[in-house]
């Protein structure tokens, strides 16, 4: 199965993403570590958005394709982009989990952007304006959403594996 995470930087993707790895033996792909190590590369494109979910798309298929469970960390902004994971699921056939992570409490939000360290050396730290200007569009289908605003990481995986039955999945 391919569950995608998506969401604003600080709602709690990749925390969420790590910890539900661990517990369901899941490759972890994270759009932010591609897209930093291709910066990191020779080529240094001054924009390795599409590079790096590009990347992330042949990661997941190749990973599908040999019957891992992937989990696909991003922001995942646009249509398009959400659209590219649902052909990388078709493709591999296997089932797609769509799941949005939202923080509610603005406060909380803010408070964890602001707070937060960065675990990819060389990636800039993101500003609370950063995130508010990011262009995010709504969502067009059903997808699952959860709200990590006042709950433990535990809870928000517990909640996700708890709809994983009800996706066709058994985790």
């Known amino acids: ?9 600080g709602t709690g993707k990749t925390t ?29 494109p001054e924009s390795v958005q599409d590079a790096g979910y590009r990347v992330g798309y042949a990661l997941a298929e190749d990973n599908l394709r040999l019957g891992r469970t992937v989990i696909a960390d991003s922001v995942n902004p646009l249509p398009l982009t959400r659209d590219s994971w649902l052909r ?8 797609l989990v769509e799941v949005e992570i939202e923080c509610t409490d ?25 995130v508010v200007e990011r262009e995010y569009q709504p969502w067009r289908r059903e997808h699952l959403v959860i709200d990590t605003a006042g709950r433990t990481v535990e809870q928000c995986v517990t909640r996700l594996r708890a709809a994983l039955p009800a996706a066709g999945v058994v985790a």
């Open 1 to 9: 199965m391919l569950i995608v995470l998506s969401g604003l930087p």
């Open 16 to 44: 969420i993403a790590r910890e539900l790895a661990g517990a369901i033996e899941a490759v972890h792909i994270r759009i932010d570590s591609i897209e930093q190590a291709i910066l990191e590369s020779r080529l240094s």
């Open 88 to 95: 990388v699921a078709n493709r591999a056939q296997v089932a």
């Open 106 to 130: 603005a406060d909380e939000h803010r408070r964890r952007v602001e707070e937060r360290f960065g675990d990819l050396p060389g990636l800039p730290a993101l500003t609370w304006r950063d």
